[in-house]
């Protein structure tokens, strides 16, 4: 059974930072990638970025590049968010997806990933 863990949510300040971590379970790792969706309340879901299988490819919605970086450790099974920077508009549940295959291609669509995970919740507020 294919299983996904965000974890790593919390309060914080704005400016302030966190890392999201999204351990995986019962599938091939490195043969997928790995996604990080947000939604916020009364909002769709939106994709903030994307990494390939390898590691090679990331990719980035607009409103956070230059402050979310995406990693991943495959001998570890897990996919890291680091979210700097963070402002108010940040805040949502932030969940972490599969499913796709090696590349991020047309990650930032949900209907795209096959398997999701349990959310954690990140809330930028002073």
């Known amino acids: 059974e294919v299983q996904l863990q965000a974890s790593g949510g919390g309060l914080v300040q704005p400016g302030g930072s966190l890392r999201l971590s999204c351990a995986g379970s019962?599938?091939?790792?490195?043969?997928?990638?790995i996604a990080w969706f947000r939604q916020a309340p009364g909002k769709e879901r939106e994709g903030v970025s994307c990494?390939?299988?390898?590691?090679?490819?990331?990719d980035y919605v607009d409103s956070v590049k230059g402050r979310f970086t995406i990693a991943r450790d495959n001998a570890e099974n897990t996919v890291y968010l680091q979210m700097n920077s963070l402002k108010p508009g940040d805040t949502a549940v932030y969940s972490c997806?599969?499913?796709?295959?090696?590349?991020?291609?047309?990650?930032?669509?949900?209907?795209?990933?096959?398997?999701w995970g349990q959310g954690t919740l990140v809330t930028v507020s002073s």
């Open positions: 990494i390939s299988s390898t590691g090679n490819s990331v």
């Open positions: 997806a599969t499913g796709l295959g090696r590349l991020c291609l047309r990650w930032h669509l949900s209907a795209t990933w096959r398997n």
């Open positions: 019962g599938f091939t790792f490195d043969d997928y990638a």
